[in-house]
């Protein structure tokens, strides 16, 4: 079956500490999404990629990185600089027929 | 920056009734999604209904576009428990490729 698979669905990270979700696709889409949901909100734009090797920040690119080194990949990385990085994670790709999602990544600061 | 916006914020109906729910943009689009999400996952894409359309229809859903007055809606009949969810209107810009803008959600309870 193909989709985009998100690791892990739930991630804890102490104060100063960089994390890195993971987001696999196996669809081949060019193009891949980071967004960021907080509670009863619509999704943020973080990061995208429309190939390999080009990403584009977002609305809220500070405190996050990305890569694209794969095709299937687009890893986020949650850097210290991000101030309130507790927030739920959706990764997506993108075809003719519109987004697939992951089912997300629950980070929480602790 | 949001281009969607979706109305009304909550939505709360009984088995059997139909909802509706709205979603207006701020500029010219080539394609508006409608997507839904249950608590805690990611979303799942429901329709797609591009500018040169006015109705589209799938299932129980039907989604309407009216490019002139720059809003959209989705219509889902016979609601059942099931389809208790958020229900987000996505649209792109044109001329800004594949990046779709996410409104803040309908929260849709249908009560059995």
């Known amino acids: 079956d193909g989709g985009i698979t998100q690791s892990p669905k739930y991630l804890f990270r102490k104060e100063g500490q960089n994390v890195t979700l993971s987001c696999e696709q196996n669809l081949n889409h060019d193009a891949m999404y980071w967004y960021r949901q907080d509670p009863g909100q619509g999704l943020r734009l973080i990061y995208y990629s429309q190939i390999v090797n080009d990403f584009q920040k977002g609305d809220i690119a500070e405190g996050y990185s990305v890569s694209r080194e794969k095709k299937e990949s687009f890893p986020l990385t949650v850097t210290s600089a991000q101030k309130n990085p507790t927030a739920f994670y959706l990764c997506?790709?993108?075809?003719?027929?519109?987004?697939?999602f992951g089912s997300g990544t629950r980070l929480t600061v602790v | 920056s949001q281009q969607g916006e979706e109305d009304p914020q909550a939505l709360s109906i009984q088995e059997g009734e139909n909802a509706t729910m709205n979603c207006s943009y701020k500029t010219s689009i080539n394609n508006l999604q409608w997507y839904r999400q249950n608590s805690g996952r990611g979303l799942v894409h429901l329709i797609l209904i591009r500018s040169n359309e006015r109705e589209k229809h799938s299932g129980r859903l039907r989604v309407t576009l009216d490019t002139s007055k720059k809003s959209s809606s989705l219509l889902i009949t016979a609601s059942r428990a099931a389809d208790t969810a958020s229900y987000f209107c996505a649209t792109d810009k044109s001329g800004a490729g594949n990046q779709f803008y996410f409104g803040t959600g309908t929260s849709l309870t249908v009560i059995p």
């Open positions: 997506a790709s993108s075809g003719r027929a519109g987004y697939t």
